[in-house]
């Protein structure tokens, strides 16, 4: 897959090109200009945050919180090690950006994480990333290595007397790791489980300094906000949601892959970028936000603008921006069992509510899928998942639950007529 | 303080606890899996949410802290919902096996089960099994399935043992507890996961399968091992000791058991045990009746003291007896004109014997060494010595606490050491006379002690400094010290040491009644021979209580040796054990600590008083009730007690114990030069340390009981070549035996444990040791 639109980040990338990813290929595109500019012009700290508080950048791992107001949670009088720590550690079914980032313009989530670090007053910073994707990993550290010898790494970057250094790691494959706090646990050569909040990050993170945790897309967003203004990023968006914003749409689309456009785009727009539906089938449902994300009918999704708050006033989320369409031959039973199995294979473990209960919840729907189904099934499954949902350490089990609970509701005659008839109203077609 | 309210019962709490502890505070009950108040807090197992105003979902009680103004309810629909929702999901997996479950009857999530679990299970899909593990011979963990993951076991092993040992591996439903892949558990601390572990995963080995839990009485004790003298719960089925837990006591062994402590109950049951009294002759053991053997005893010392007088007779005695024993120990021998008793049988060095002035002790409170600035441990084995002051320690070293070591070997304590010196035995002195020296550099005081050719090292100088910085600073011995042939430097240095730093000082007491026996006296005066004067010159009687000397003595080829020679050797004790049926000619069967009234004087100078907890054992009689007879039948004054209380009454009238216990020394003086030789390093391996632990099978059966090999320290190794196996010889004894670098150890020197069947030919545990490849 590739990227099929351009916003602030891909700008001016030319994916094809074997080397677009290098650091010549990122200064020719104006890449490290608002380094320099910070650097160079001495941009006082509060400025930088102000300036990305003022951009509207949300989060882009999912949770959409306001980078701006993230950073300015970091304690300013702390005197001792502080860090920035990238979360690339993309797990999350039918979400791939971060990934092609890495791939594509690794140097700008570098020089955003410089910027991150110089704002915040951190001589360190981590990216931990996915551990599947291991040759962008080792892509990202041969950039690197360019960052290093260029000077915007190491001891007084660009004659400032600013010092940051950076570094790359790789996880095993855990999808909790992606978890914030979890992902600090693996960091430290943990076995990768969420801590119990409070105490929050921003004071007790990585090697219990203040720590604070972006994900790729909005550290890559950074340089942009810095060069060309708040207000050109906002402006790419619409309010209260800045910027362009990557979706990695995926399922039974012409052409799926990432398309970065600006938050607000209409869904059907999206839609028709990606190519339309493959072989002309009819549109059924679409997860708009990451396989946690609740799940909406395609008829909804049609009226729906891509951004937080449109998508979040009909119930769903934007989450990460990962866009699974699926057409009329999908059965929700089968895809929900597929959804549960994931969430069952990858709870950590800790709690008692989602270890217990990922496991009960899938078993029942793969009970359900197979024609197995007993009467009163789903009401189990609605009500194994509210026992479940807000009851644990992290949002892990919420996450599991929220694809029961919309696939439930808004195809529970599919879910009625297997356990009644134990077979499948719409028969399942693999792609 | 902040102001709260759980359940409409408005309270203060202090700032930074949780709504756990507020609950405890004010006896509102919370269930829980996970918390314990001793390990850190997981909030994993949720089984404590409760409702928070204000808060849109219900919190963990024990990871929540108090705010000014917080409303709690505990009880209320959102609560409630909650916790059951918890508790169905904490049982949809669980086997459910209570009935074949040794849990069963003290099961945390039968209790809770009881209270916020439903009748019948919604949960119709097939459960989890989980493969048992092996984690050695005293935890069981082969019912992994009934484990609901809450991880105090490995919370424990982490951060109380100091090395996780134990962990959750794989993820969700798929999460096992397990130790490393293809190793036990050895922590000397082990057993306390039984404890901690809330339902049957965890369970005691040796006490497996045996009986029901609820069919036990509850009897309160004290352990009868090591200096710390922790509180015991026996549990006692039909007169016999079926399993020993702790009881609580936040100022000794707060709420933990050493191994040691909780396992060796099973040799109050061995098959070893002496059912009755026995005489030898013609060469051949008859089992007899009291009146004829106690006859015999009267006999033979009158005999041996008529024919050669007092001083022909040696009395030697375990500290391990109670002090009620030790008191009519030495009772009898002095009023029977004997001067040579003593307790000290481990020791070499009675040099300093004239210069002090009471008994030895810790020199402070067990708890106060929580909290310590600066404490320097001299000549401590600290894991295996003393399992439950290392903890203690480790929990403070965390925190404020320097700890720093000199020692023979710079052996992992698994906790955060500040400073420490490493030298062989006979250097020890030495080394710690470099922390004087420094010391006296820094704070401007003087010392008796010549330190004129001692050189500081920098690693002293900073071990110095610690104790000057530290307002609350200690020096104390361990065991390992005071068996040394130096003994009253190293006793007399480390004591200047506190004194020059203004700090406490003390030894760390052996065993479980040591200050006991100094309090009383069981030890010579007035010109009486010590313990290794007794084999040195050897007697023509020995009386020997509760002590087997071949594995309990410095030298145990010397001892054994002096006891052959002998007219005649009495020896009270629990076992029927081969060195005695060799070398004694009349067995006299007495009560182990469960069988009888007494007290232990533990090294903060505590005396802990109990009861017998089970009957005595066959004709088995109580010490103290022999020594009354033997003191009536040999026609001595003062022998008319009629109970252990009565005699614990006398000896307590001529004074109280804490007067009768002061470590200073009339004068400091040290011999602190330094010498090269290859030197045998005898500790008493953990498990080796009494009759008791030595007749525990599942204890024998740990890898710390396991066949001694000569670790040596690297030059020894290489000079030898890194053979696989050596001879060890002392006093014209070979050992063979296997060989392996301990690259910690002091050069020189060799560790070849004391108190081993292997090794009991060999000579003394500290002295020079020849080392050849075999």
């Known amino acids: ?20 990813w290098r650091l010549a290929a990122y200064e020719a595109r104006g890449g490290y200009a608002a380094l320099k500019k910070i650097l160079q012009g001495a941009m006082p700290q509060d400025e930088v ?19 701006g107001l993230k950073w300015s949670f970091m304690p300013r009088a702390f005197q001792g090690d502080k860090y920035v720590v990238c979360n690339t550690d993309e797990g999350e079914p039918g979400t791939f950006k971060d990934r092609d980032i890495l791939r594509f313009n690794p140097h700008a989530l570098i020089e955003g994480m410089i910027i991150g670090g110089y704002a915040m007053g951190c001589r360190a910073g981590y990216n931990y990333i996915h551990g599947e994707i291991f040759e962008a990993y080792e892509q990202f550290e041969e950039a690197l290595d360019e960052a290093r010898a260029a000077g915007y790494l190491g001891s007084n970057i660009l004659g400032s007397g600013f010092n940051f250094e950076l570094y790359a790691a790789h996880g095993y494959g855990a999808y909790i790791c992606g978890e914030e706090t979890a992902l600090l646990e693996s960091l430290e050569g943990k076995k990768g489980q969420p801590r119990f909040k409070p105490p929050f990050p921003a004071s007790f993170g990585l090697y219990g300094k203040p720590t604070t945790i972006n994900n790729t897309e909005s550290f890559a967003s950074v340089p942009f906000i810095i060069r060309d203004g708040a207000q050109k990023f906002l402006e790419a968006g619409k309010p209260n949601n800045g910027g362009t914003k990557l979706f990695s749409v995926s399922g039974h689309v012409n052409r799926p892959g990432n398309y970065e456009i600006p938050l607000g785009t209409p869904f059907s727009e999206l839609l ?25 009918p395609g008829d909804v999704m049609m009226g729906l603008t891509m951004d937080y708050d449109s998508i979040s006033k009909a119930g769903s989320m934007l989450g990460s921006g990962a866009v699974i369409v699926m057409n009329e031959d999908v059965c929700m039973v089968r895809a929900l069992e597929r959804l549960a199995y994931f969430y069952h294979e990858e709870s950590c473990g800790q709690c008692t509510p989602c270890r217990e209960g990922t496991g009960w919840l899938y078993k029942v729907i793969h009970r359900i899928a197979n024609g197995q189904g007993r009467p009163g099934d789903l009401e189990l499954l609605d009500s194994v998942g509210n026992n479940m949902a807000g009851r644990t350490i992290c949002a892990l089990a919420d996450a599991a639950v929220f694809p029961v609970r919309s696939f439930t509701k808004h195809f529970r005659n599919e879910f009625e007529y297997l356990i009644e008839h134990g077979k499948p109203l719409v028969n399942h077609k693999w792609c | 303080m902040l102001e709260i309210e759980i359940d409409g019962k408005k309270l203060t709490a202090p700032q930074g606890s949780t709504v756990m502890e507020a609950a405890h505070s004010i006896g509102t009950y919370i269930p829980h899996f996970c918390y314990h108040k001793k390990l850190s807090i997981a909030a994993n197992c949720r089984m404590c949410l409760v409702e928070v105003e204000k808060a849109p979902k219900p919190l963990p009680a024990c990871a929540t802290p108090v705010t000014d103004g917080m409303k709690v309810h505990t009880h209320s629909s959102m609560a409630k919902t909650a916790q059951a929702g918890v508790m169905e999901f904490l049982l949809i997996n669980h086997p459910l096996d209570c009935p074949i479950c040794d849990q069963g009857g003290e099961c945390q999530l039968q209790d809770i089960a009881v209270g916020y679990g439903k009748g019948e299970s919604r949960y119709q899909e097939e459960k989890r099994s989980v493969p048992g593990k092996d984690m050695g011979p005293l935890v069981s963990a082969e019912e992994m399935s009934r484990c609901i993951h809450c991880t105090r076991c490995v919370r424990f092993t982490e951060e109380i043992g100091g090395f996780q040992e134990i962990g959750m591996a794989n993820r969700g439903e798929f999460s096992e507890i397990l130790p490393f892949l293809g190793k036990t558990v050895t922590s000397e601390i082990s057993g306390n996961v039984i404890d901690l572990c809330p339902v049957g995963a965890l369970t005691s080995k040796p006490f497996r399968y045996s009986t029901r839990s609820w069919e036990l009485s509850r009897r309160k004790s004290v352990a009868p091992h090591d200096g710390l003298g922790a509180n015991l719960i026996v549990q006692v089925k039909q007169n016999t000791v079926m399993r020993v837990l702790p009881l609580e006591n936040e100022a000794i062994n707060e709420c933990w058991l050493s191994d040691r402590d909780r396992f060796s109950y099973e040799g109050l049951n061995s098959e070893r045990r002496l059912k009755n ?3 030898k002759f013609d060469g051949k053991w008859h089992d007899t009746d009291w009146e004829t053997a106690l006859n015999y005893v009267v006999k033979g010392l009158n005999g041996v003291s008529a024919d050669h007088g007092k001083d022909a007779v040696g009395f030697l005695v375990g500290a391990r007896s109670t002090t009620e024993e030790l008191y009519l120990a030495q009772k009898l021998a002095r009023a029977f004109g004997v001067a040579n008793i003593d307790y000290r049988l481990g020791r070499s060095d009675f040099s300093a014997d004239a210069l002090r002035q009471g008994g030895e002790w810790l020199g402070l409170p067990v708890a106060e060494l929580s909290a310590l600035d600066a404490l320097l441990v001299v000549g401590s084995t600290l894991r295996s010595e003393q399992p439950l002051i290392a903890a203690r320690l480790r929990q403070a070293a965390r925190k404020r606490l320097k700890l720093s070591v000199v020692h023979v070997a710079d052996d992992e304590l698994l906790m955060n050491v500040y400073g420490k010196l490493v030298a062989a035995p006979q250097n020890l002195a030495a080394a710690l006379a470099q922390v004087l020296k420094a010391l006296v550099e820094i704070k401007g005081g003087d010392t008796a002690i010549d330190l004129a050719s001692v050189e500081v090292s920098a690693e002293a100088g900073q071990i110095a400094q610690s104790l000057a910085d530290g307002e609350k600073g200690a ?16 006793y007399a240095v480390a004591q200047e040491i506190a004194r020059v730093s203004g700090g406490r000082f003390g030894v760390l007491s052996d065993a479980a009644n040591s200050a006991g026996a100094e309090a009383v006296g069981a030890l010579p005066k007035d010109g ?26 410095y030298d145990a080829a010397g001892a054994v040796a002096a006891l052959k020679q002998a007219q005649t050797v009495i020896a009270l004790t629990m076992f029927d054990s081969e060195g005695l049926a060799d070398y004694a000619d009349v067995l006299l069967p007495i009560a182990p600590f469960s069988e009888t009234a007494g007290s232990f004087v533990n090294m903060e100078g505590r005396l802990q008083s109990f009861n017998g907890v089970v ?25 008319g007690f009629n109970s252990a209380e009565d005699v614990r009454a006398e000896l307590l009238a001529a004074g109280s114990i804490e007067s009768r216990l002061n470590n200073a020394l009339s004068e400091a003086r040290a011999d602190v030069s330094t010498k090269a030789a290859t030197v045998r390093v005898g500790e008493v391996p953990m498990f080796a340390v009494d009759a008791i632990c030595r007749n525990a099978p599942s204890l024998q059966a740990t890898e710390h009981a396991a066949a001694p090999v000569a670790l040596m320290s690297a030059d020894l190794y290489a000079s030898l070549g890194e053979p696989a196996d050596v001879l060890v010889a002392q006093g014209g004894a070979e050992v063979r035996m296997g060989a392996r670098v301990d690259a910690g150890l002091a050069a020189g020197c060799v560790r070849v444990a004391a108190a081993s069947q292997d090794t009991l030919a060999l000579g003394g545990r500290f002295d020079a040791i020849e080392i050849k490849r075999g």
């Open chain 1, 1 to 20: 897959m590739a990227i099929f639109k351009s916003g602030v980040i891909f700008e001016g990338v030319d994916t094809q090109a074997a080397n677009a």
């Open chain 2, 475 to 490: 020096v104390v011995l361990g065991a390992l010290a005071q068996q040394l042939p130096n003994y009253a430097s190293v």
């Open chain 1, 272 to 296: 028709e970028m990606a190519g339309g539906m493959r072989d002309g089938k009819k549109l059924k449902a679409v997860i708009p936000g990451g396989s946690s994300a609740p799940v909406l």
């Open chain 2, 528 to 553: 009486g021979a010590n313990a290794a004067e007794m084999f040195a010159t050897p007697r023509k009687a020995y009386f020997l209580m509760n002590t087997e000397p071949e594995f309990d003595a």
């Open chain 2, 615 to 639: 009957k005595p054992l066959g004709e088995t009689r109580p010490a103290w009730k022999v020594l009354r007879v033997l003191g009536n039948l040999l026609q001595l004054d003062g022998f």
């Open chain 1, 49 to 67: 945050i102000a300036e990305v508080k003022n951009s509207g950048l949300r989060g882009r791992g999912g949770a959409g919180f306001p980078t």
């Open chain 2, 277 to 279: 009294p026995k005489i």
